[in-house]
């Protein structure tokens, strides 16, 4: 009788506040958001703008919760952040440490967080020697404790404008240090609860490995477990491009089918509804650990948890109830979480959904009207965040997604429960299974490598800035407010074409902005060098970075290999929306210059491809001329007096002449008047060649110097610093080099002649920007991340 009277005053409190919770989860977020950013004028003002807003929608009850989850959520994130904060400990010292997460190997790489006997987290780092080794190392689980040496790191933050930011992403887990092991030892289980079912994840998946084989098995470990491992980069690739990447996560409709299934089992083996309740209520949160607790996994399996919880206590809940009981709990949880993209999107996407259900589906309309309209709403709620992070989108997203998503969760996910599921009982039945799954995967990923040559298959608009990511949200949020009224319906259109419109001027933007730069990437040693002239009148990039690829044996390659150009470069091009490349002008052929060509010349339109005039190319600048000629593109063979201008631009190519022996020598020499300054850029000139230019041009001088061959003791000559006078000097060098550069003498020499010195290595990257004649440098890390970090 208690238990009932208990149950009837929980659903009345509940039904008290129903419709009401979106509100305390939005003030959650305010909070948050505020205590992160240290109390910036912004954030106070958003949150307080919001306060207001609801002290003028809701009445005193919500109200007052929602003032009580702002307040509480900014004290208690504030705390934590206080908290958060790096150790003091050697950084040689060994230690002893706990496992605490899924230990991963990639090729010839294991990584895995683990926390020491002071419970600090480090982010664990080893590099395999053997294929033997490489065997005996799947072994490793979380919960296991090992005796460590090695030498930490300090992780780095972004290096580059719009990259992302590895510091930050550790620190949101409470890392603050990388743990390069060389040796370990000592190790024996002693595994928590959760650390063991994190281990009985890993044995799961390696349990798939071993009996499935090719698609099959990725996509089992994928929609089951939550381990994309074992899918291929090529497939994750074109997933990514059109838009359905987030179909390879377990989402909230896996978990609603896994649930149902579950649900129906019990209720057929003679359980009771309240039992099958309780026992679900039990095994979801385990499922949650074994599919991997991400942001999506979490919210679809706490959202499920306070669903079956009213259910069981007679409580009448909303969706969007649920949904934002179930952001609170996370965000108390871990406030870091907002700042999550699997959590954003999932969230936001679940939220419009939710909200727009009752306009966007109708039993008067057809089912493919409804999923239309599904798949028009999901996109519309994840378009800020794509644009924010990612600054492209695909147009043929919402098709693909029309396709996909029932094809992947009501046909391929069913599949790799079956195929699973009976492979303990019936084996010979799962590998028929197998093979129908392997057969639909196999047409469905050739549709996807096919769908990716369509022509505009990705439309490049730029990172959005935060201000414009704002005025997306409110443009779209009141385009959801017209659609879901019926009196408000003629404002549709109207609100739509202002979404177009937006679009448009974003896409549009790089030719109506009256800013230029000119940046030095930090692609590591090497050099790139990218320079926009204002209003879009042209871009050039000199040099593209890149790295010797090493030969590997089979079991070293990782999945995704390191890429100048395709981590580092395209990424940057791509933030910034640059489409079009006028001139790719790379100096000579070393590979620190010019490896990341091939993949610049797939990723981005080229109109001509420049390279220095001489008598012999290496082979990597033969394959890039194949390459351009594959695509199109024109060829220019550059010698000393070519020139040309744009604008107020001015270019003039000193060097090479066509006789020059050594290979450095024979790079490309610009000189340029660009943003009010003359600019010289020296490719890898040593004394030689600066001793031709000197004896062949009667003036140098240049504002500002980029430093040849990286700082290397054989060039940038007294000699060539007299003549030049720069006030600039700017030096594109790799952290932590195994050559030694810039050389202390070459510093010595800039410092005698005056020249402030700008380094990629301590600096990130650099970039001058311009507008009518005039400009200010400023460079990606500033001098307390710099020597935070190490400098």
Known sequence: MEAATGSKTIAKEVNKLRNQWGYAAIAAMFGIAAACSHASAVSVTAAAAYVVYCFWRLRKGPFIICLISLCVCFIYTNEIERNNQPSHSSSIAPLSAVIVSSPIIDGDKLSFTAKTTKQEKLRMVYTISSPEEKEALKDMRAGMVCMFTGERDAPQPARNFGSFDYKEYLHRQHIHSIYNISAFSSCYEDPSFWQWLFSIRQQAVQYVQDNFSGDAAGFINALVYGDRQAISSEIEESYQQLGLIHLLAISGSHITVLIAACYYVLLRLGSTRETATVLLLIVIPLYMYMAGASPSVVRASVTAVVVLSCLLFSARISGIDALSLSAICMLMFDPYVLFDIGFQFSFSATFVLLLSSTSILSSEKSMLHNMWNVAVAAQLASLPISLHYFGQISPYSIIFNLIYVPFLSFIILPLCLCALFLFMFLPFVSQWIETVLSLLLSISNKVLFLSEKLPYNKLIFGQAPAWLTVCYCIVILVLFTAWEDKRRKRYVLPVGGGLIL??????????????????????????????????????????????????????????????????????????????????????????????????????????????????????????????????????????????????????????????????????????????????????????????????????????????????????????????????????????????????????????????????????????????????????????????????
């Open 502 to 791: 937006l679009l448009t001027a974003q896409y549009l933007f790089p030719y109506f902005n009256p800013y230029g730069n000119i940046t030095f990437l930090d692609v590591g040693q090497g050099d790139a060098i990218l320079i926009q002239l204002p209003y879009a009148k042209g871009t050039y990039m000199i040099d593209t970075g890149g790295a010797i690829a090493l030969p590997k044996q089979a079991w070293q390659k990782r999945k995704n290999e390191f890429s100048v150009g395709d981590d580092i470069v395209v990424p940057y091009l791509q933030s910034k929306g640059i489409r079009r490349i006028d001139k790719l002008l790379l100096t000579h052929g070393d590979a620190d210059h010019v490896g990341a060509a091939l993949e610049v010349l797939s990723s981005v339109r080229v109109g001509e491809v420049v390279l220095g005039r001489k008598n012999s190319y290496s082979d990597m600048e033969q394959q890039i001329l194949q390459g351009a000629q594959q695509k199109g593109v024109r060829i220019v063979l550059a010698g000393n007096g070519m020139k040309w201008r744009n604008s107020d631009a001015y270019f003039e190519v000193l060097s090479p002449f066509g006789e020059e022996e050594k290979e450095n020598d024979q790079s490309v020499v610009l000189r340029a008047r660009v943003g009010g300054l003359t600019w010289l850029f020296t490719g890898d000139l040593e004394e030689r060649g600066e001793e031709q230019l000197i004896t062949s041009y009667n003036n140098l001088s240049a504002d500002v110097l980029k430093v040849g061959h990286h700082g290397s003791k054989t060039s940038t000559s007294d000699v060539l610093l007299e003549t030049v006078q720069p006030r600039v000097a700017i030096i594109s060098v790799g952290r932590k080099n195994r050559y030694g550069h810039p050389h202390e003498e070459v510093l010595q020499r800039l410092r005698r002649h005056g020249a402030a010195i700008w380094r990629t290595d301590e600096d990130g990257a650099i970039t001058y920007i311009f507008s009518k004649g005039k400009g200010t440098f400023r460079t990606r890390i500033t001098y307390d991340e710099s020597t935070a970090g190490g400098r």
